[in-house]
């Protein structure tokens, strides 16, 4: 069975201040780890896909990684408006199912 | 574009009552999903379809129907709601990349 575990459950920053997130998977063959953005009483906003350890992808302030047991999302000189709930999840080789993780809120102080 | 839209954005039902989510993707994706969201539980998988014709069950399919009307439209039908069953419901498609698009949910309590 597929598992995820997002850490922390939350993470307070000050503006500025530089963190990363934390995406823990265990797969039955990765076909794809995905990071969506999810900002309050809205669905899922899609920010990266990952395939093969590795690879990197960025946007603005945002970069993601990916080993062979885990993903990073960097976040790099946060802003306010970064502030939302960050979540991942992966697709196995077997189905067409994703798995998620329980999420990463994140609020960044002005 | 509008992307996956979904209808109502807020429902309240009795328990015991039923109602029908609509989702529709103007993407010309082959497949489509539902979820529901809970706090502490995440999001989970409730029925898929792949391409239109076929339906799934998910990780949490008891309690729900699903039909893949034509390939922009997925509807969930809730036969006699509960209250377990109060929680925000998702719907998505994706592409042949499988990446998930998602709309903007609907926001149901049972009472």
């Known amino acids: 069975e597929d598992q995820v575990t997002q850490s922390p459950e939350a993470l307070r920053l000050q503006e500025g201040e530089s963190s990363s997130l934390n995406c823990s998977y265990t797969?039955?063959?990765?076909?794809?780890l995905f990071w969506y953005r999810q900002d309050p009483g809205k669905g899922p906003e899609f920010l990266f896909t990952l395939y093969s350890a590795g690879e990197e992808k960025e946007k603005e302030r945002l970069k993601a990684t990916l080993t062979k047991k885990e993903s990073f999302l960097h976040i790099t000189a946060p802003k306010p408006e970064d502030s939302a709930t960050y979540l991942c999840a992966v697709h196995n080789n077997a189905g067409n199912m994703l798995t998620f993780g329980g999420g990463t809120r994140l609020m960044v102080k002005p | 574009n509008a992307g996956v839209t979904q209808t109502p954005k807020f429902q309240v039902l009795k328990t015991g009552q039923s109602m029908t989510l609509q989702c529709a993707q103007d993407?010309?994706?082959?497949?489509m999903y539902w979820y529901r969201q809970d706090p502490g539980m995440g999001l989970r998988l409730i029925y898929y379809s792949a391409s239109e014709g076929t339906t799934d069950k998910g990780e949490v399919p008891n309690g729900y129907n699903v039909s893949r009307l034509n390939k922009r439209e997925f509807s969930l039908r809730l036969e006699s709601a509960a209250p377990s069953q109060t929680s925000v419901y998702f719907c998505?498609?994706?592409?042949?990349?499988?990446?998930?698009?998602f709309g903007p949910g609907t926001r149901l309590t049972v009472l």
């Open positions: 797969v039955s063959g990765l076909r794809g």
């Open positions: 993407m010309n994706h082959n497949s």
């Open positions: 998505a498609s994706s592409t042949i990349t499988d990446t998930q698009y």
